[in-house]
């Protein structure tokens, strides 16, 4: 990858402060809010024991790669296309493909970060305990971040435009925020419906990161869940993917 053309990406996204708030800021912003609910602080025998505030965390952390990956990222690619910039690369030496990887680096990233601001936030500010299985934990948010980056390519494919990237972007968001858990945590679905979003990229990595938040193992079948859809839709990207 180029790194000149990185270090370009990471100039032109710190001058998208509307990109960056959604990132970086609201995730944490919400996960604020919540915490200041009293309600939130009390022990849930439907959650396990643990407070509504605890099973946040997750979801907020999921929030910002959710937000980077299928919302910013395939706009941003898909402006590069509409503007022709994909086009006029491609006959310099640098290829287009070292565009779409630093544009892969600079959100996965900038996920991360916003992963790690809420997690201490979480700890400082409520009392949250940090993972108790910290290599699962790492394990199953860095899949996670590869399945958001993913889909949000599948959108790029699939948008000639960035209004239509933009539609296709919030059509997937709001789904994608359920499966996390942001309106009701994954532990307090019904039964079956907690089934049906294990099998979705979000759900899975959720319940995922709760297990590893509580000290236990994500879990193959979630990790599996997370690689089979990183893999189905890293073919579709590619197989639909146009540079013009």
Same mark, same amino acid.
């Given at each position: ?5 990185? @270090? ?6 710190? @001058? $998208?402060?509307? %990109? ?12 604020? /809010? ?18 509504? /505030? ?6 907020? *952390? ?8 299928? !919302?910013?990222?395939? !706009? ?5 296309? $509409? ?19 630093? !544009? ?23 009392? *949250?305990?940090?993972? $108790? !299985? ?10 996670? *971040?590869? %399945? ?16 239509? %990237? ?16 942001? #309106? ?14 294990? #099998? ?16 236990? #193992? ?9 690689? *089979? ?16």
């Amino acid at each position: 990858m180029n790194t000149a053309v990185l @270090r370009t990406e990471l100039r032109l996204l710190r @001058r $998208e402060p509307g %990109a960056l708030f959604w990132m970086l800021a609201f995730p944490t912003l919400l996960l604020v /809010i919540l915490g200041s609910i009293p309600a939130f602080h009390e022990h849930e025998a439907g959650l396990g024991g643990l407070r509504t /505030i605890d099973v946040y965390v997750p979801v907020t *952390v999921l929030l910002g790669l959710i937000v980077g990956g299928v !919302q910013a990222m395939p !706009q941003t690619l898909t402006g590069y296309r $509409e503007q022709g910039i994909l086009r006029r690369m491609s006959t310099t030496p640098v290829r287009p493909a070292a565009l779409l990887s630093a !544009q892969m680096v600079v959100y996965a990233a900038a996920a991360l970060v916003s992963a790690l601001t809420a997690l201490l936030v979480g700890r400082l500010a409520f009392g *949250v305990r940090l993972p $108790e !299985q910290p290599f699962g934990y790492v394990l199953a948010l860095v899949l996670a *971040v590869l %399945a958001a980056l993913a889909l949000g390519a599948v959108i790029c494919a699939l948008s000639r435009t960035t209004k239509i %990237a933009a539609a296709i972007g919030s059509a997937v968001f709001f789904p994608a925020m359920f499966c996390a858990g942001v #309106w009701l945590p994954v532990q307090a679905m019904p039964d079956v419906l907690a089934r049906i979003v294990g #099998w979705t990229p979000f759900g899975a990595a959720a319940e995922a990161l709760n297990r590893a938040a509580a000290g236990d #193992w994500p879990g193959w079948t979630h990790l599996g869940v997370l690689v *089979v859809w990183t893999v189905l839709l890293t073919a579709a990207a590619s197989r639909w993917f146009r540079w013009e």
